[in-house]
């Protein structure tokens, strides 16, 4: 039977109960901390993209994406605080639902922090060619440098977006060595990012050029488009998902909340309303002002965001100022209208804050694969530390890699497509655990625990699956594809491997900043 190992869920929260970790966090601090983690890449780097595959129905599609969000964070949230140890839904699956759809969970989430980290990689690129090479130093990169190739939806003349493979090669170097963020300069990137785009709301909603006839029509392309043309206004939320993820660091924080079963959702649910507003007022801004109409194809619907034919039409004169031809859109924007200093101050709060979240997306890989290598699934060699650096420098180099050639050829819708695709999976996941582990495990302690699980966890699954079925059918193929490769990987290696299938489960022990292993043999 293939789902016939399940971790041991003692064995899994004895990590967590030798930590001392202390309740400090009030609801409106962990709001504050959940709309930090969440303002930053989509919005500034997806708001082309969603404006082509939905037009002024960007709005409703960062409503229909917040929504899906919230529902998919509360159960988060419980999971998170039940099992607050490394490993995200990889572990929660792990100690539900077993072995088996763990390991697709893991798989799909090195997918999702790849590809995004390369979206983001691609999305400052655009913010560094266009307000600090063009705007301050006068310099225009050649399209061979600054884009991927025409057939992969690049530019005309592209070859290699240079730039973003740089600065994916560069953080990952950084962690190589040891870098790591530290919380004030965090802080100060997330206040950076929080004034930019408030100054982006006020100056474009009371800017003269503000005309609500750019508004009609609202819907272009529909609600929903054809299947797999990711278009309408559920296919730009399918997109635009991308900009919301970073809740799931406020519901790992659980386990630091006080009061955490009113704190949690207030925290959650506050900071998801608060970004959803923003980001329809960001939407609402952009589009009054200079509009936000998708490019039409000769049958009268959007050509696809992230298309060869979408770049060539981007490449004439007259779609020269349109929002969904824009590398850095919000800038864009405000130089439409005559802020140009100030677009150009929003050009460097991205070009400053970007990079943190790159960095945090390797990051976050090189621990999905930790874990999986730690419990024998991956080849402890991969999760090698360096003598001289103390961090995985084998499996961050790899990574580096290939998200470093993923920024350099793709652009970075179709990246966040991908990335999307394996997030909606990993999430529909953790719905399905906070179901099995309420009826495999009703009495367990629950720091947070979710009213109307029932109705909530099925519309989560709902939802992420019916955003999958919206993206794009490229998307839509390469998660399973990805999974086939995976399914290999799993039945050619690591299910004779695993250390669970040998009996033994692995406790990580913190003491004194350092890991030990403690092999506890899990039940015959």
Same mark, same amino acid.
């Given at each position: 039977?293939?789902?016939? +190992? ?10 967590a ?26 919005? $500034?780097?997806? =708001? ?9 129905? %960007?709005?409703?599609? $960062?409503?229909?994406?917040g929504? #899906? ?21 990889? *572990? ?11 390991? =697709? ?21 655009? @913010?560094?060619?266009?307000?600090? %090479?063009?705007e ?9 440098l !600054? ?15 240079l ?6 090669? &560069? ?10 963020e ?12 929080? /004034? ?17 006839? +750019? ?13 797999? !043309? ?20 406020? !519901? ?15 925290? &959650? ?9 923003? @980001? ?18 000769? *049958?009268?619907?959007p ?16 779609y ?29 709060? /991205?070009f %400053? ?12 890989? *090189? ?31 790899? =990574? ?9 050829? $793709? ?13 909606? @999976?990993a ?15 009703p009495?367990? +302690? ?9 109705i ?9 699956? @019916? ?40 406790? #990580?022990?913190?003491?004194g ?12």
């Amino acid at each position: 039977m293939i789902f016939d +190992r399940v971790k041991p869920l003692d064995a899994i929260l004895a990590t967590a109960e030798r930590k001392s970790l202390h309740r400090t966090l009030s609801g409106l601090q962990l709001m504050l901390f959940g709309v930090g983690c969440i303002i930053g890449t989509g919005i $500034f780097v997806l =708001t082309a993209a969603g404006a082509q595959k939905a037009g002024p129905g %960007l709005m409703l599609a $960062f409503l229909i994406a917040g929504a #899906v969000c919230i529902v998919a964070a509360l159960c988060y949230a419980e999971v998170a605080a039940m099992i607050p140890v490394a490993g995200s839904a990889y *572990t929660y699956t792990y100690a539900s639902s077993g072995e088996f759809l763990a390991w =697709t969970v893991g798989w799909a989430l090195i997918l999702e922090y790849a590809v995004a980290a390369s979206a983001v990689s691609v999305g400052w690129s655009g @913010y560094f060619s266009g307000t600090i %090479l063009q705007e301050f130093l006068g310099l225009q990169l050649p399209p061979w440098l !600054s884009a991927g190739p025409l057939a992969l939806g690049g530019a005309p003349g592209g070859l290699i977006n240079l730039p973003a493979m740089i600065i994916a090669l &560069l953080v990952t170097w950084l962690l190589m060595i040891g870098t790591s963020e530290s919380a004030r300069v965090n802080a100060v990137l997330v206040a950076i990012k929080v /004034a930019a785009l408030t100054a982006f709301v006020a100056l474009t909603l009371t800017s003269p050029e503000f005309d609500t006839a +750019r508004f009609n029509p609202f819907l272009p392309a529909g609600v929903l488009g054809e299947f797999g !043309s990711g278009l309408g206004a559920v296919g730009a939320a399918a997109t635009i998902f991308f900009a919301y993820v970073g809740f799931d660091a406020v !519901s790992t924080a659980a386990e630091e909340t006080k009061n955490p079963q009113r704190n949690v959702p207030f925290g &959650l649910i506050g900071s998801l309303l608060f970004c959803t507003v923003f @980001y329809i007022l960001v939407a609402a801004g952009a589009i009054g002002t200079i509009g936000g109409q998708p490019i039409m194809g000769p *049958t009268g619907v959007p050509f696809p965001a992230g298309s060869e034919e979408l770049a060539r039409q981007c490449a004439m004169p007259q779609y020269a100022a349109a929002l969904v031809c824009s590398d850095e859109a919000l800038a864009h924007v405000l130089r439409q209208i005559g802020f140009s200093g100030v677009g150009n101050m929003l050009g460097i709060a /991205a070009f %400053l804050a970007l990079p943190s979240v790159i960095l945090v997306l390797i990051f976050a890989q *090189t621990r999905i694969f930790f874990v999986m290598s730690r419990d024998g699934l991956l080849p402890e060699r991969l999760s090698a530390v360096h003598p001289k650096w103390k961090t995985p420098h084998v499996v961050t180099m790899m =990574t580096g890699l290939v998200v470093a050639i993923g920024a350099a050829f $793709f652009p970075v819708g179709l990246l966040a497509d991908y990335a999307n695709a394996g997030t909606l @999976y990993a999430f529909f996941m953790v719905a399905v655990t906070v179901m099995v582990l309420r009826r495999k495990d009703p009495l367990r +302690r629950r720091p947070f625990r979710m009213a109307g699980v029932w109705i909530i966890a099925p519309l989560t699954l709902a939802g992420c699956f @019916y955003l999958y079925l919206n993206l794009p059918w490229q998307a839509i193929l390469v998660l399973p594809a990805w999974g086939l490769v995976g399914l290999l990987v799993y039945f050619g290696y690591s299910r004779r491997r695993s250390h669970l299938g040998r009996g033994i489960v692995e406790v #990580v022990d913190e003491v004194g900043g350092e890991e030990t292993a403690i092999p506890i043999h899990a039940p015959d």
